[in-house]
């Protein structure tokens, strides 16, 4: 039997089975079938026995148990290059199976249609998962098909290497599978949380998440809170931060956390940033952390009280000493030192998160739920050059300019849009954020800036659409400006610039945070 292929179907779906079945024997496949199945290609005048063949067993349970049989598994499991797999498999009267069909119970359907508990759990396939799961293990002998849509391209692979599969197909419909197998019991764990947990939050939020903690509400106390998080995520995280003092965090601290830690993976230099409802409020960058952390409070002190505080390196007693005065409500950082733990632990309300991990970017998407869907985008890191940068106007910026520009631009993204940034050397001095008009995010930013806005730059997240934006930066004071252009006045904007004697260049990138 070992040296026979043969291919193991069992389909709750039976759309397009007699086809494949048809080709699959055209190959010299044995086909192996459960009882619906078998009957459903017999009537078909298909050549093909029932799974007893193999396991001496027939249908249990009316139909519950069938393919659960050790028989089954092995046929599936051996590895076909080991000669142990290979005697066991002969010697237990098992054939190797070499392409698996299976399509499980529609859960999903049924439950959507509104059926009632017990009805809903008859449809939770058991067989089947194993099956599926027993197979894509094994992809590197074996071929699994779990929709209908793949038969086409399947058949037309056989047909190409003579009834056989390449391993970059077995891979691909591998990857298919698990990723069949996990939504559904998602769908599965979904369901049943619903209905047997209808009050509360679940402790696992679909499957891949796990429980952090409960939080005492959401952004506001009437409002139920949890916490989960990434069991695969390797990166520095507010999900695996040590919680130093013990004292908890918020739903709100969290948010300002995570966005000062999406911040920071931006700069290399020993950076501070000032975290307001998930807005930077001031960021720095210095060869020394507690210089950089009073240059990004000083950018706006009065937005500075009750923030959130990150920092990229460890923090020392120097830092912590500067922060002395400063109401905060938390920080993060890589680690402290014990000297600054003393002095933090002063500051009753604070919490002090240490990530244990250096700072530093990781690929990774962002998931926004909204009523009835979720919208999920990926986390890009604008790594800006000067090269990339395009002076459109007849002064032209220097080289600190330009550095100053590039600086502010990482910002850009981390600042509620409509957004300006005005910033000097490696830090900022006056950010505008929030607005739902340009130019008046380039008056807030000069009002928080005051007289530090004279020989300032000035980014913009998005295009400047009309000159007001412009006259009001040559009023504040400032000598260049950086933005993504292709605003449809683009050509009003730069005669405006060029009236005031300003520099500026295009990104063609636009940084929006919405």
């Given at each position: 039997?070992?040296?026979?292929?043969?291919?193991?179907?069992?389909?709750?779906?039976?759309?397009?089975?007699?086809?494949?079945?048809?080709?699959?024997?055209?190959?010299?496949?044995?086909?192996?079938?459960?009882?619906?199945?078998?009957?459903?290609?017999?009537?078909?005048?298909?050549?093909?026995?029932?799974?007893?063949?193999?396991?001496?067993?027939?249908?249990?349970?009316?139909?519950?148990?069938?393919?659960?049989?050790?028989?089954?598994?092995?046929?599936?499991?051996?590895?076909?290059?080991?000669?142990?797999?290979?005697?066991?498999?002969?010697?237990?009267?098992?054939?190797?199976?070499?392409?698996?069909?299976?399509?499980?119970?529609?859960?999903?359907?049924?439950?959507?249609?509104?059926?009632?508990?017990?009805?809903?759990?008859?449809?939770?396939?058991?067989?089947?998962?194993?099956?599926?799961?027993?197979?894509?293990?094994?992809?590197?002998?074996?071929?699994?098909?779990?929709?209908?849509?793949?038969?086409?391209?399947?058949?037309?692979?056989?047909?190409?290497?003579?009834?056989?599969?390449?391993?970059?197909?077995?891979?691909?419909?591998?990857?298919?599978?698990?990723?069949?197998?996990?939504?559904?019991?998602?769908?599965?764990?979904?369901?049943?949380?619903?209905?047997?947990?209808?009050?509360?939050?679940?402790?696992?939020?679909?499957?891949?998440?796990?429980?952090?903690?409960?939080?005492?509400?959401?952004?506001?106390?009437?409002?139920?809170?949890?916490?989960?998080?990434?069991?695969?995520?390797?990166?520095?995280?507010?999900?695996?931060?040590?919680?130093?003092?013990?004292?908890?965090?918020?739903?709100?601290?969290?948010?300002?956390?995570?966005?000062?830690?999406?911040?920071?993976?931006?700069?290399?230099?020993?950076?501070?940033?000032?975290?307001?409802?998930?807005?930077?409020?001031?960021?720095?960058?210095?060869?020394?952390?507690?210089?950089?952390?009073?240059?990004?409070?000083?950018?706006?002190?009065?937005?500075?009280?009750?923030?959130?505080?990150?920092?990229?390196?460890?923090?020392?007693?120097?830092?912590?000493?500067?922060?002395?005065?400063?109401?905060?409500?938390?920080?993060?950082?890589?680690?402290?030192?014990?000297?600054?733990?003393?002095?933090?632990?002063?500051?009753?309300?604070?919490?002090?998160?240490?990530?244990?991990?250096?700072?530093?970017?990781?690929?990774?998407?962002?998931?926004?739920?909204?009523?009835?869907?979720?919208?999920?985008?990926?986390?890009?890191?604008?790594?800006?050059?000067?090269?990339?940068?395009?002076?459109?106007?007849?002064?032209?910026?220097?080289?600190?300019?330009?550095?100053?520009?590039?600086?502010?631009?990482?910002?850009?993204?981390?600042?509620?849009?409509?957004?300006?940034?005005?910033?000097?050397?490696?830090?900022?001095?006056?950010?505008?954020?929030?607005?739902?008009?340009?130019?008046?995010?380039?008056?807030?930013?000069?009002?928080?800036?005051?007289?530090?806005?004279?020989?300032?730059?000035?980014?913009?997240?998005?295009?400047?659409?009309?000159?007001?934006g412009i006259d009001e930066a040559a009023k504040a004071g400032v000598e260049a400006i950086i933005q993504p252009g292709g605003s449809i006045r683009?050509?009003?904007?730069?005669?405006?610039?060029?009236?005031?004697?300003?520099?500026?260049?295009?990104?063609?990138?636009?940084?929006?945070?919405?």
């Open positions: 039997m070992v040296s026979s292929r043969w291919a193991l179907l069992s389909a709750f779906n039976k759309e397009g089975l007699r086809e494949l079945s048809q080709e699959l024997l055209g190959w010299d496949y044995r086909l192996v079938a459960s009882q619906g199945t078998a009957e459903h290609l017999k009537s078909g005048g298909l050549k093909v026995e029932s799974v007893e063949t193999l396991t001496g067993w027939g249908e249990m349970l009316q139909g519950k148990v069938k393919t659960l049989h050790p028989k089954i598994m092995v046929g599936i499991l051996a590895q076909r290059d080991s000669e142990e797999d290979t005697r066991e498999v002969e010697e237990s009267g098992a054939a190797f199976i070499d392409v698996v069909v299976v399509n499980l119970y529609p859960f999903e359907e049924v439950v959507g249609r509104g059926a009632h508990l017990r009805e809903a759990s008859e449809m939770v396939d058991v067989g089947g998962l194993t099956l599926i799961r027993a197979a894509a293990k094994n992809w590197p002998y074996v071929t699994v098909l779990t929709s209908p849509s793949q038969y086409p391209a399947f058949i037309d692979e056989l047909r190409s290497l003579k009834g056989g599969v390449s391993e970059e197909s077995r891979r691909r419909h591998a990857l298919e599978a698990f990723a069949v197998t996990s939504r559904y019991e998602v769908a599965i764990y979904g369901y049943l949380s619903e209905a047997f947990q209808p009050e509360s939050l679940p402790s696992e939020l679909r499957i891949a998440y796990l429980e952090a903690g409960k939080l005492r509400y959401g952004e506001n106390p009437y409002q139920k809170a949890a916490f989960y998080r990434d069991p695969i995520y390797k990166g520095a995280s507010i999900a695996y931060s040590e919680d130093i003092f013990n004292r908890g965090l918020s739903f709100n601290n969290i948010l300002d956390l995570d966005a000062a830690l999406e911040l920071l993976m931006k700069f290399e230099r020993p950076t501070a940033a000032i975290i307001k409802h998930t807005c930077a409020a001031g960021v720095a960058s210095s060869d020394r952390l507690e210089d950089a952390y009073r240059l990004a409070r000083d950018t706006d002190r009065k937005s500075a009280y009750g923030c959130v505080v990150g920092f990229n390196r460890e923090v020392g007693q120097e830092t912590a000493a500067a922060m002395k005065r400063h109401f905060v409500e938390a920080i993060i950082a890589p680690d402290y030192e014990e000297g600054a733990l003393e002095l933090l632990r002063q500051k009753h309300k604070l919490r002090a998160l240490r990530t244990g991990k250096r700072i530093e970017w990781e690929p990774a998407i962002q998931a926004l739920g909204i009523r009835g869907g979720i919208l999920v985008q990926t986390r890009e890191r604008i790594d800006l050059q000067s090269e990339a940068l395009k002076c459109v106007t007849r002064a032209k910026p220097t080289k600190e300019q330009v550095e100053t520009m590039l600086f502010a631009y990482k910002v850009l993204g981390h600042v509620k849009s409509n957004a300006i940034v005005l910033a000097k050397d490696e830090r900022t001095v006056g950010i505008g954020s929030g607005q739902m008009s340009r130019v008046d995010a380039v008056i807030v930013a000069g009002m928080k800036a005051g007289e530090e806005a004279r020989g300032s730059v000035l980014a913009s997240d998005a295009f400047i659409p009309f000159r007001d683009d050509r009003e904007v730069i005669d405006a610039v060029n009236e005031h004697g300003i520099a500026m260049v295009f990104t063609g990138v636009r940084v929006f945070k919405h």
